[in-house]
């Protein structure tokens, strides 16, 4: 079993993890939330009083942060950078969604050092995350990928090595731009039949059977009392931020300026997004967008 310094426990974070350490492996954590790491070691982990503390001796550092500057900052610019402790027969597994640049200045800064470093952000949600069926979006070099997949695998059931380094990250906003339309889509149209007096249940199993089918009906259903289990059964709590959704949209249209993509409807989303966003909404579940469209009276 491997020694694995995890960094960054929260929605994702926390039970990637756990399902690690349940795995067998020795697994030292940290998180500036003590909340979050008290969580950690009740799934036996190992807590480490800094991010510097947990990287010592480790076979693999695993990150899950939220956004590049936070990466970059960990591993390369900070006061201690993680870099100049890592040792460099050890890989670095960064599952965060980041833009690829930032992935590739950290990766090229690890190289120097003879640090191993990939992208590997995830899709799957809090649920595929607490269930270990995530999906892990691979950017790296071959050798990197084979020697990531046994601790991937702890952790998700579907691992794809998407290319070279930043190719993770691209393909993750290609996938989440996508969601996000999907889930405006899916809450634009349940709420037209909401309010021509349908049964949010029966229009969700009718769209489910027929040619509307998509993950969001299947799974994350946004209409409070539809399906159990989902943040919208809770009062849109502990799930994938609408800060987030609108994070990784920005990052899909810069990517999309960067290749001259047209991207007309992930611009759309990324307005909605933005709207609710602007109405107070950011720390709620994406799928807490249908609010916008049931207040929009």
């Not at 998180?31 to 036996?44: C, M, P």
């Not at 870099?83 to 890989?91: C, G, K, N, R, Y």
């Not at 037209?192 to 040619?211: A, C, E, F």
């Not at 920005?250 to 300026?257: D, I, P, R, T």
Request: charged fraction near 15%; include cysteine; proline fraction near 3%.
């Amino acid at each position: 079993m491997a020694t694995i310094a995890f960094i960054g426990l929260g929605n994702m974070g926390g039970p990637m993890a756990a399902n690690l350490a349940q795995a067998g492996h020795n697994v030292n954590a940290f998180d500036l939330s003590g909340a979050a790491l008290n969580q950690a070691v009740e799934a036996g982990c190992n807590a480490a009083d800094s991010a510097q503390h947990a990287v010592r001796g480790a076979d693999f550092v695993i990150s899950m942060l939220p956004a590049g500057k936070h990466v970059e900052a960990l591993f390369v610019s900070g006061e201690q950078p993680l870099f100049d402790l890592i040792d460099s027969s050890a890989l670095v597994i960064d599952s965060s969604t980041i833009d690829a640049d930032t992935a590739r200045r950290v990766a090229a800064a690890g190289a120097e050092k003879g640090i191993g470093f990939i992208d590997a952000p995830v899709s799957g949600g809090v649920g595929g995350a607490k269930a270990g069926t995530l999906t892990f979006i691979v950017g790296g070099e071959a050798a990197q990928f084979e020697r990531a997949q046994p601790i991937l695998a702890c952790m998700g059931k579907n691992i794809f090595h998407a290319g070279e380094t930043g190719a993770g990250q691209i393909a993750k906003v290609c996938n989440n731009m996508l969601l996000g339309i999907l889930m405006a889509g899916t809450c634009e149209a349940l709420s037209m039949g909401m309010k021509n007096g349908l049964d949010p249940k029966v229009l969700s199993d009718i769209m489910k059977q027929s040619s509307g089918n998509n993950w969001a009906l299947q799974v994350y259903n946004p209409v409070p009392g539809v399906m159990d289990g989902v943040p919208a059964s809770r009062d849109y709590e502990g799930g994938f931020m609408v800060d987030l959704m609108f994070k990784d949209l920005g990052l899909a249209m810069e990517v999309s300026q960067q290749s001259a993509s047209a991207t007309p409807m992930g611009s759309a989303a990324r307005a909605l997004f933005n709207l609710h966003k602007s109405n107070g909404n950011g720390g709620l579940d994406f799928s807490s967008l249908i609010r916008l469209y049931q207040s929009a009276e």
